[in-house]
């Protein structure tokens, strides 16, 4: 935890006050994603953002001593470097992530470490690595320590990206919202092959100014950057608890809102006003049961359809079965002295094994020589129609026995081999029956877990709606306009 600077607590009002000029209105010159921007470089260092921006809340004198502020860029560079130092003789490699680090960050921080002492070719950024073998070529010497400080984006070295062996630390500059994000950025060094068994993982946050509650006592107020880290772990809690199970329903927590803060965020995390806090609690809580919301729509939907798909399913495997067992009271046994193979070419049956299996090879290498597709009758075994089929294209030569359904087994490049094979095709019957049996009681099971499913109300509708209630009558006691309100107002407009 990094405490504002100075100016950086003129900056939270200086935001707090864009945010409440923009309630209700269109603006051509500002808007909550610049806001939102201009946040987000803030919070890191107000030299992040542009100079124009900076000179409305601070004088040229205040502007010039941004350089001997400690912020939390600063803080981020002295640790870096003093992890480069104690890790010399191991030759550890640190991970940096920062999001919009193009601009003033890398090339200042890049300054910096190597001010300090650190070589140049032991520092690395992602973002120059601009084709695949310049990428293979940079994580190569991450892996092997020539590179000892890489530092980059979640999408230059998040997903995908293989360079455990020597990190030893991980630093997140900013905080993405997307638990996903954090989770990539994260598994780049919790993952098999490194070489350290315990590693470090460290968040910088920006801390916001103190403001005075209702008992008169000091409070430390949210910043905004506090906030971006509360709401990520929030939607990560929500995930891992298992409330959103299904792809979708991830994808839709992680599409809300990550790029405009509201002007109740704004103003709660910059001002601390306690009313606004309590509505950003409400705003998210309302959130969270919105998607549960249209989870358990999507849930009841998909239960409708199974509930139309499963008895389908059910007389499609019940209609399987009853062929199988029709095809098993016609198998007639081959085993021992049992045997018999009657091929078209013959007019007795082969009654000997191996005389079979020699001629039925015959039969599969006259078709391989022809090379010719071909797919024909042969006599008959077990009870069945033997068929064989010869596919030149991918190499395959098939047996198979035609009942009311087919059971097929490869030729081999032996005799004996064929035979033996084909004497075990039937086995697949007392299999197919099994499996059918259990894919009824499966199906079946089903079927009936879900009924009772179909038509259940949405368990927390009372607190949603209650909570609905509550938010309009925070909006009317703050004379904050609803999303719909500032709608009609721009149509009236």
């Keep these: ?80 470097y003093q992890t480069w ?37 032991e520092l690395a950024f992602a973002q120059d690595a601009n084709s695949d073998e310049q990428k293979a070529q940079l994580f190569r010497r991450v892996r092997q320590g020539d590179v000892r400080i890489l530092c980059g984006s979640t999408p230059t070295i998040g997903a995908g990206t293989q360079i455990p062996d020597r990190l030893k630390v991980l630093r997140h500059l900013d905080c993405p919202l997307r638990p996903t994000d954090r989770w990539q950025r994260d598994g780049r060094i919790l993952r098999p092959g490194n070489m350290h068994t315990e590693v ?23 910043s905004p950057d506090s906030y971006l880290y509360e709401v990520n772990v929030r939607k990560a809690r929500f995930i891992e608890e298992g409330l959103y199970q299904t792809d979708d329903s991830i994808r839709t927590i992680e599409d809300i809102d990550e790029t405009t803060l509201d002007f109740s965020l704004l103003m709660a995390t910059a001002t601390g006003d306690r009313r606004l806090l309590e509505k950003v ?29 499963l ?61 010719r597709a071909t797919k024909q009758a042969i006599g008959t075994f077990a009870g069945f129609g033997l068929w064989i089929e010869h596919e030149p294209a991918f190499q395959t030569t098939i047996l198979r026995l035609q009942g009311e ?22 086995d697949q019957i007392a299999k197919s029956i099994q499996n059918c049996r259990q894919s009824l009681e499966i199906l079946t099971a089903e079927l009936e877990q879900i009924r009772p499913l179909f038509g259940q109300p949405f368990e927390k509708a009372d607190v949603l709606k209650a909570s609905l209630e509550r938010q309009e009558q925070l ?19």
Excluded at 475 to 493: H, I, R
């Design 1 to 80: 935890e990094i405490p504002a600077t100075a100016s950086q607590l003129k900056f939270f009002d200086y935001i707090a006050a864009r945010a409440k000029k923009l309630q209700g209105r269109r603006s051509k010159t500002d808007n909550y994603p610049l806001i939102t921007t201009h946040v987000k470089q803030g919070v890191i260092d107000l030299r992040c953002l542009p100079s124009s921006v900076l000179r409305q809340f601070l004088d040229d004198t205040e502007i010039a001593a941004l350089a001997n502020e400690h912020s939390k860029l600063e803080q981020f560079i002295e640790d870096t």
């Design 281 to 309: 609690e409400l705003d998210n809580q309302i959130q969270k049961l919105l998607i549960e919301e249209q989870d358990w729509q999507g849930t009841q939907i998909a239960i409708a359809q199974q509930l139309d798909q």
């Design 85 to 121: 130092v104690e890790t010399q003789t191991e030759r550890c490699t640190q991970l940096l992530f920062v999001d919009i680090g193009h601009g003033f960050i890398h090339p200042y921080l890049k300054r910096r470490l190597i001010d300090r002492g650190i070589p140049e070719h």
């Design 311 to 371: 008895p389908y399913q059910i007389e499609s495997v019940q209609q399987a079965l009853n062929a199988y067992e029709r095809d098993a009271q016609t198998l007639i046994p081959t085993q021992g002295d049992a045997f018999q193979l009657m091929l078209n070419h013959s007019q007795i049956p082969y009654s000997k094994r191996l005389e079979a299996a020699q001629a039925l090879q015959d039969i599969a290498a006259d078709l391989i020589r022809s090379r």
């Design 200 to 222: 470090e993982i460290i968040s910088y946050v920006t801390t916001g100014k103190p403001y005075q509650n209702e008992e008169n006592k000091q409070i430390q107020g949210l």
């Design 475 to 493: 909006n009317e006691a703050l004379g904050l306009m609803t999303e719909a309100q500032m709608d009609a107002v721009a149509l009236a407009a």
């Design 405 to 426: 359904r087919s059971y097929e087994t490869e030729v081999r490049e032996t005799a004996k081999g064929t035979l033996s094979a084909l004497e075990h095709c039937p």
